[in-house]
Structures are given as C-alpha cells and as structure tokens.
C-alpha cells in the first residue's frame, strides 16, 4: 500500500518504538537492517513529531533527503530521497559531452578568426605604400595611414638633406684638393729649379718669394678649410661666446690690411663705433676681414672701400650692430648675388686666380652670420659693392 503511495524514486522504512526495522522498500527480504534508534531523524520524529534533515555523501557526491513522522501504533514511517549535486551530476552525466561541445567550440571559432582576419585584413594588403592615402580600405584606418604618409614624407625629405649633404662633401673634398694642388705644383717646380742649381743668382729671390706666396695662399686656405670644418661640427657654440666690441675689432682688422690696400692702390676709410655684443671674437674679426679684403681685392686702382660699423634701432625694434662695407669695385653679376656665398664659387676665375682668393671667404662670413643670429646681405652694380651685416645685440 506504501508503495502506491509514494514515488518510484523514494524510499520509506518502517521503524518500529524500539529502533528495529520493520519494513524497508530497497531491503531484500528477510535481510537483517541495523537498528535505526540511533539515527537524528528517528530520534527528533520521536522527540517532536515531524522532522526533516539532509545528509551528503563525499564518496557518492550526493545529497539525501529524510523526513520522519511518527505513527498511531507507536512505530516511525521514515522516507528517504537521493538527489545528486551540482558537481556530481556535472562529472557523472555532462563532462564528457561538454567537453566535446567546448572542443568543437574552440575549433569553430579558431576557424572563423582566421577567416575573419583575412578578410579584415586583405585590404590592407592592396594599399599601395608609396601613396597610402589614395585608396584607405577603411575610415577607421585614414589616421594610421595619414602618419604612414607624413612618416614616408619625412624620411625622403631627409634622404634628400643626406644625399646633398653628401654631394657638397665630394664636391667640397675635390675643390680642396684642386686647391691645394695648384699651388704645390708651383712650390715643388720651383724648389726643384733651385735645388738643382739652373737658376742664377739673380732669380733665387723672385723664385723665393714665389714659393712663399704660394705658402701663404696654401696656409690661407687650410686656414679657411678649418674654419669652416669647426662651424660645420659646431665646435663654436653660442655658450661660449664673450663680449666683444666691435669697432676696436674692425679697427684692428683694417690695420693689418692696410698694405693690401696700398699695394692694390686703393683707400681704406673707417667710420666705426664702439659696439659691444656677445659672440666670438676670432669668427666675426675672420669675417670682418674676408669681406674687407674682398673689398680691396676685387677693387679698382685708385679705389677705395669704406667700412663702417654702428649701433641701429630700427622700427622700435631690439637694438642690433650694422656692420658695412662699401666699395668702388668691379661690381657682382646679378646672376651671380644668390651664388657668391657658396663655397669656392668665383665670378671670374681667371680674376680670383691673379687676386689669390680661396673662394671660401664669403661662405665663413655668412656662417660667421647665422651663428650670430644675425644676415648678410649684398648689394651690387657696375660701380661698386655693398655688404652689409646685421647682428642683434
């Protein structure tokens, strides 16, 4: 009758005052089942009447549920329900399959990735490197491709400052040593006359002095590659420089040209100041004095260059020296203004080579400028020339 009563799935023991068993549904019949007196649902139903408890297993990973109600006749009706945990269902039932889910999971969307990032991908593959802002394959990318560009537009602008700075050195190597090999030519050729006794005595000194000019130009123009090869490696630097006046400076040049200019017929005027600025005093007295020997050089007989250095406020502006040579010259080719600065450029050649210039006089002037933060400007026609530099105070 107890088993119409109750569910396929629970067990029921009929447990007498005393603690024996009576009856129990998953007991083989006649097999001896312990005493149940001592079990906390028998006792609490005996106690109290209804009670209820739940017991796990570690071994079976299992929880069972037990309620007990005492009977008429004195006896205790005590039913019991299996119900496996969480855990347990997990290992037993679902472990297996779930893993071929998860496998199979894994696999699918390792699968998709790819194909997605191919896909995603792709585009970028077309992009064309040299122009990547022509076809962006997405609007999120513009931003990326637009640094690509200007990257790409920094570096071919570079490459280019490279390959001229590198042209101007071969080409700088091969002026100097152009340079220097003329007047070792004639420095050799005439020593090797005297060495060998063919030269009379009456042109030992002709040839002596020969060879000493050639010397000097030779000296002046290691001395102008030096120079130059400082400014070039920033070995002058802006840090060092100390106060400097530059009309006792333009004084002191002109003096030792003064028998330049009397060998080359012409008249050396000054109109100088005392302005005192912060700079190197060996740097602007080499300019000062290239730019007034040019001057003198490149002047015509019964000429003369005035030399003039004051202090200038123009417009309300920060104050700066005004440093200006003018001469009576033979005057500077239109063509040629914007190329005069560049080193060993000569307007007349056949000119430069009876003058003995080295053609790297104007170029130290202009560096002497800019470390200044100061320009040189130029001015020209048939009768004369007009340098002008311009340093700030």
Not at 37 to 52: K, N, S, W
Request: with cysteine; net charge negative; glycine share 6%.
């Amino acid at each position: 009758m107890l088993q119409n009563q109750v569910s396929f799935d629970t067990r029921f023991t009929l447990v007498a005052h005393d603690g024996s068993v009576l009856y129990d549904s998953e007991a083989s019949q006649g097999a001896m089942l312990e005493n149940h007196l001592d079990r906390p649902e028998i006792q609490e139903a005996f106690e109290t009447g209804l009670c209820t408890t739940r017991r796990y297993s570690e071994t079976l990973e299992t929880y069972t549920i037990y309620a007990a109600q005492p009977l008429e006749n004195g006896s205790v009706i005590r039913l019991a329900e299996t119900r496996g945990s969480v855990f347990g269902v997990f290992e037993r039932d679902l472990l297996v399959p779930l893993s071929v889910i998860l496998l199979l999971a894994a696999v699918s969307v390792f699968a998709l990735s790819r194909l997605l990032a191919k896909r995603v991908t792709k585009p970028f593959d077309q992009i064309d490197l040299e122009h990547p802002l022509d076809n962006p394959p997405y609007c999120e990318a513009i931003p990326l491709l637009a640094r690509i560009d200007a990257q790409q537009t920094t570096l071919q602008n570079q490459n280019r400052q490279l390959s001229k700075a590198e042209s101007m050195r071969r080409d700088f190597s091969a002026n100097v040593s152009h340079e220097m090999k003329t007047p070792l030519q004639v420095i050799s050729g005439y020593a090797e006359l005297m060495k060998s006794g063919v030269v009379p005595e009456e042109d030992m000194v002709r040839f002596s002095a020969i060879i000493h000019s050639e010397a000097q130009s030779m000296r002046a123009l290691i001395d102008d590659v030096l120079t130059l090869s400082r400014l070039d490696a920033d070995a002058i630097r802006q840090g060092d420089f100390s106060p400097v006046d530059l009309g006792a400076l333009t004084k002191k040049t002109s003096a030792r040209l003064e028998k330049l200019a009397d060998d080359c017929s012409v008249c050396l005027m000054l109109d100088v100041e005392h302005v005192v600025m912060q700079g190197d005093e060996a740097l602007l007295g080499q300019m000062i004095h290239n730019l007034i020997e040019n001057a003198i050089r490149y002047n015509r007989p019964q000429g003369y260059v005035w030399v003039t250095v004051r202090k200038r406020h123009p417009n309300n502006d920060s104050p700066h020296a005004e440093i200006e040579i003018r001469d009576t010259g033979i005057g500077i080719p239109q063509k040629s203004i914007n190329k005069i600065f560049e080193r060993f450029y000569r307007v007349e050649k056949s000119r430069s080579k009876k003058t003995g210039g080295t053609g790297l006089g104007l170029a130290i002037a202009k560096h002497a400028a800019l470390l200044h933060n100061g320009t040189i400007t130029v001015e020209s026609a048939s009768e004369g020339s007009r340098f002008t530099v311009y340093l700030p105070l």
